[in-house]
T-cell receptor, first 117, second 116 residues
């Protein structure tokens, strides 16, 4: 079925290195993508979003890349810090007629980013 | 803090108990959501409320009963739950119903529920 998924459940990086977290989606009708960060004991927190008419968007230390040809989304974190340790979720919002719930918001399982000193 | 609070943060209950989860948002949002987060599974949308009216019930068993008395408060009433209902229950809100042209959802910290 249609789904949003993440390639790796765990990613370990050295402090100061760049991190890349990947996400695949299967519904080409998806219009909007969001990355969330969930720290231990907390709810998901919005990081950055991108609309389907864009292929790149930058925030503070984070960049999201969207490749609609291969239905791939990535989150790049520059100069990873200990505070970046968390589980990262991608989510897609589908067009209103494509199903997926009242707001068409579907989440991936998450990637656990571990920062090594 | 996201402006969305949930109580209690932790709850342990037996299968015959009745309990309620509470969510409150201080953001002036019109839409509120309940999600279930189980280990190693994606977030599952349970209920959606917009302007205090339920607009979505994603095939959730009747042992979960939501209530939205006003746009700032959302409850999830629990009755005769099963051990497999143990999970983190997250509340979220957004200015309007989330969609391609609108708004991000703001999540509360969740209630960690354990059903014995």
């Amino acid at each position: 079925g249609e789904s949003v998924g993440l390639h790796l459940p765990t990613l370990s990086v050295q402090e100061g290195d760049n991190s890349i977290i990947n996400c695949a989606y299967s519904n080409s009708a998806s219009d909007y993508f969001i990355w969330y960060k969930q720290e231990s004991g907390k709810g998901p927190q919005f990081i950055i979003d991108i609309r389907s008419n864009m292929d790149k968007r930058q925030g503070q230390r984070v960049t999201v890349l969207l490749n609609k040809t291969v239905k791939h989304l990535s989150l790049q974190i520059a100069a990873t810090q200990p505070g970046d340790s968390a589980v990262y979720f991608c989510a897609e919002i589908r067009s209103p007629n494509s199903g997926g719930g009242a707001d068409g918001l579907t989440f991936g399982k998450g990637t656990h980013l571990i920062i090594q000193p | 803090e996201t402006g969305v609070t949930q109580t209690p943060r932790h709850l342990v209950m037996g299968m015959t108990n009745k309990k309620s989860l509470k969510c409150e948002q201080h953001l002036g949002h019109n839409a509120m959501y309940w999600y279930k987060q189980s280990a190693k599974k994606p977030l599952e949308l349970m209920f959606v409320y917009s302007l205090e009216e339920r607009v979505e019930n994603n095939s959730v068993p009747s042992r979960f009963s939501p209530e939205c008395p006003n746009s700032s408060h959302l409850f999830l009433h629990l009755h005769t739950l099963q051990p497999e209902d143990s999970a983190l229950y997250l509340c979220a809100s957004s200015p309007e119903l989330a969609g391609p042209s609108t708004d991000t959802q703001y999540f509360g910290p969740g209630t960690r529920l354990t059903v014995l």
